[in-house]
């Protein structure tokens, strides 16, 4: 049997899929539409930006091959958006409902060429509308970066499977190559593709296409290879320790926090079918479905396991739901559960719709929740810091900016204007921990003064380092009716290297 299994569909499928140029118009009207009504709302809405969002911000400010914890694409990303449209919030996520969109389009293109347009639309749809995907298209993020390229190889390998084109491969090769520049898991698309093509005798005639296409990819990734060798290997280092692994214990709680949450991020209809689809393993032996659980299953296992030995965040999984998506809604269409598709959707829709609008609704009636059950409370109070910090920096020209977390630096490097880019971080540890570690230490300002901005409160372990530590006072930020944030502002005079505490 072919991939695309022509041969496999029923009388009634042919009957709904007899104008495929239809489910392609409506997939384009559907993705705009969806697309658009998220641009509205990132231009309308108040929520600052998240600190890794202004760090990739200041990343943008600095174009480089990599940086400490990431490779470049979502900075260079930022800095072409903020170049079109400026440096607010606005601008600084513009890309990431579009770049869904994209990937939304490559779903829609895997499904119709592996099943049909019907199929194609409704795993577009899908995918647009899955839980984890609206909080992608709301926020800044490597993955916002990394899905459209793991779709667009993925359509590109099925394209090539099709009549083992040059053309294909090399379209391979270039998502392959540009995803590993966008987050390092593009690299579980590569082990899968190998893993399918090795493993599977119909797929072993592509090797020889997959290994041309994996050599562009390396090369196109070298220029993040060459970063990290002139700054010892700092991003790989970063993710060994993300992942801490050694001497890894089992953990069965964090195992099932991950696993619910899975629920959350594809949605609970979709990832109760995923689970249905597994059960029923004897249909993944079809050629198809085939395809797509090798490109969906090991990635979400591997994330399982890491979950289960040491700790995964909820988002790790997402690449794998690219193909998941058109595997459980071509199962479940296979099946004549089409409104079961449409619900999920809805239901999904409605997710996003109370994430993202349900505490601001209460609020306008009156009801305050209280901060742990605002969504969105992570996003509240940068702006406001920043502004409080900014006066105080103006209150004392000559004092640079220094602070004792990264995300607070982050966050205030974006909303204190003009923008301190030459502001420093305080090391807890002689290793390094972030990008200010690595590129603009605090070693390298000796003799400077300094307004600090503490968020843990760690002024005895630094006096030793400064001439004299002075209090200006605390900066309260509320996050909510029954939250805040305390720092405690400072002035830090003459730094005379770092020395350790009595």
Known sequence: MSRNGASARSPASEIETS????????????????????????????ADLYPDEAQYWFWAQFPAFGYYSKPPLVAWIIALTTTLAGDGEFAVRLAAPLLHAVAAAFVYGIGARLYDPRTGFWAGIAYLTLPGISVSAFVISTDAA???????????????????????????GLASGLGLLAKYAMAYWLLSAFGLVLLSRSERRHLRGLCGAAILALLIYLPNLWWNWQHGFASYLHLRDNADLAGASIHPSAFLEFFGAQFGVFGPLFFAGLIGVCAAWGRLCEPRARLLAAFSLPPLGMMLLVSLFSRAHANWAAPAYVSATVLVVAWALARGWRRLVATSVALNLLAAAALFGGHPALAALGIELPAKYDPLHRLRGWRALGHSVAGALAAHPGFGLLADDRETLAALIYYVRPHPLDAAKWRFTRHIKDHWDLTNDLSKHLGESFLLVSAHHLVDEMRPSFAAIEPLGRIVIPIGSDAARTYGLYLARDFKGYRPSS
């Open 146 to 172: 990394l899905l459209p390229c793991w779709a667009a190889a993925l359509w590109a390998f099925v394209r090539a499977g099709e009549n083992g084109g040059w053309r294909w491969w090399i379209a391979v």
């Open 19 to 46: 104008a495929p140029a239809s489910w392609g118009r409506a997939m384009l009207i559907g993705g705009a539409a969806l697309t658009g009504l998220r641009l509205l709302w990132l231009a309308a809405q108040p």
